[in-house]
T-cell receptor
Framework: GNSVTQMEGPVTLSEEAFLTINCTYT??????LFWYVQYPGEGLQLLLK?????DKGSNKGFEATYRKETTSFHLEKGSVQVSDSAVYFC???????????FGKGTRLSVIA | SAVISQKPSRDICQRGTSLTIQCQVD?????MFWYRQQPGQSLTLIAT?????????ESGFVIDKFPISRPNLTFSTLTVSNMSPEDSSIYLC?????????????FGPGTRLTVL
């Protein structure tokens, strides 16, 4: 079946540090890939997505590139801020009207 | 986009009782999903609820424990039956909206359930 594996947290970084959160997937078809973010006390929000190989999703300074050859969708940001502290979930949706499958989430804490 | 509201936002319940969670969407959607997020964990799909058909449950979830209704294209309920402390979780309603190439999935704010 489909699955998503993302790096274990928590991740603690200083402000302006470079962020990478690794995500790899297993899928039978050609999935769409997503990063969702959950800020403290808030609901789940879509951060970015990519629907086909070599697509790059970007939003709020975050980027992730759909790498079919390595089945990866790593999340990166060049300079994190305290306000980026949240839990980040990598997810996939297989082709068709199927629900999202989530990774376990990675908690990021950014300290000033 | 789709705006989703859930009621109640949180509740504290006694063991052995049942709670029904309501999910209201501001537009008509075909596909609706219910997820559970246990403390410190990721989201686990409970079931898919499409209007006009029986809900489809994922492995480990059964209709007797989590009965679902989907009376129309904007509303659904999830009942957590005969609760135990292990059912303490956040329960999230989600919908899929067609966006040209593929669907986008939106989430409600969640219902935080604590079972004593």
């Amino acid at each position: 079946g489909n699955s998503v594996t993302q790096m274990e947290g928590p991740v603690t970084l200083s402000e302006e540090a470079f962020l990478t959160i690794n995500c790899t997937y297993t899928a039978t078809g050609y999935p769409s890939l997503f990063w969702y973010v959950q800020y403290p006390g808030e609901g789940l929000q879509l951060l970015l997505k990519a629907t086909k190989a070599d697509d790059k999703g970007s939003n709020k300074g975050f980027e992730a590139t759909y790498r079919k050859e390595t089945t990866s969708f790593h999340l990166e940001k060049g300079s994190v801020q305290v306000s980026d502290s949240a839990v980040y979930f990598c997810a996939l949706r297989d082709s068709g009207n199927t629900p999202l499958v989530f990774g376990k989430g990675t908690r990021l804490s950014v300290i000033a | 986009s789709a705006v989703i509201s859930q009621k109640p936002s949180r509740d504290i319940c006694q063991r052995g009782t049942s709670l029904t969670i309501q999910c209201q969407v501001d537009s008509q959607v075909t596909m609706m999903f219910w997820y559970r997020q246990q403390p410190g964990q990721s989201l686990t799909l409970i079931a898919t609820a499409n209007q006009g058909s029986e809900a489809t449950y994922e492995s480990g979830f059964v209709i007797d424990k989590f009965p679902i209704s989907r009376p129309n294209l904007t509303f659904s309920t999830l009942t957590v039956s005969n609760m135990s402390p292990e059912d303490s979780s956040i329960y999230l309603c989600s919908v899929a909206v067609s966006r040209g190439r593929g669907d986008e999935q939106f989430f409600g704010p969640g219902t935080r359930l604590t079972v004593l």
